[in-house]
T-cell receptor
């Protein structure tokens, strides 16, 4: 079974530029998460989708970040314009259902450096 | 308030020995789930073990076991017979019901296994 796919793996941009990340979850997984992991910290949830609807985006900086999950499968996360503090690893995860014990499976992440 | 606390930024262990990574949590819910993930230098978060708050027995998965002490709100990870490949960051995480399914992560512990 294929895991969670993410691209690109690395991205370097200058501040005020825009960038987009792509995620393809495990086949059949209804729930998709985007986490931001700043160096030296644990991941923090940015947004969560259930199929193509948003469940939680309370920690998404909506003035610059946007995300969508068209057709309830793959998802894109966009930053426009980027700031220096957006430098982080962006992790996508998916789970089969929304349940307390359900394991979230993570992709390899996209490492973003904003100069 | 910090929900998940991992007080050991770094740990060393000799190959083939056991090691305990500490995790304490804070919640007012009676029902919750606790997870441990491993993050190698490649960046992907790898699920290790799960403990439900109502599980009477400590969870075990191969060389990994979870020392769950509910009254103390601790969920320490025990790795037996450490291997060189166990060198990585380890994150403790909690999920609370009704909070959309997101994982709340601790700061992580970097484990180094010495030959």
């Amino acid at each position: 079974e294929a895991g969670v796919a993410q691209s690109p793996r690395y991205k370097i941009i200058e501040k005020r530029q825009s960038v987009a990340f792509w995620c393809n979850p495990i086949s059949g997984h209804a729930t998709l998460y985007w986490y931001q992991q700043i160096l030296g910290q644990g991941p923090k949830l940015l947004i969560q989708f259930q199929n193509n609807g948003v469940v939680d985006d309370s920690q998404l900086p909506k003035d610059r970040f946007s995300a969508e999950r068209l057709k309830g499968v793959d998802s894109t996360l966009k930053i426009q314009p980027a700031k220096l503090e957006d430098s982080a690893v962006y992790l996508c995860a998916s789970s089969l259902v929304l349940a307390l014990q359900e394991t979230q499976y993570f992709g390899p992440g996209t490492r973003l450096l904003v100069l | 308030a910090q929900k998940i606390t991992q007080t050991q930024p770094g740990m060393f262990v000799q190959e083939k020995e056991a090691v305990t990574l500490d995790c304490t949590y804070d919640t007012s819910d009676q029902s919750y789930g606790l997870f441990w993930y491993k993050q190698p230098s490649s960046g992907e978060m790898i699920f290790l073990i799960y403990q439900g708050s109502y599980d009477e027995q400590n969870a075990t998965e191969g060389r990994y076991s979870l020392n769950f002490q509910k009254a103390r709100k601790s969920a320490n990870l025990v790795i037996s017979a450490s291997q060189l490949g166990d060198s990585a960051m380890y994150f403790c995480a909690m999920r609370e019901p009704g909070k959309g399914g997101k994982l709340i992560f601790g700061q992580g512990t970097e484990l180094s296994v010495k030959p």
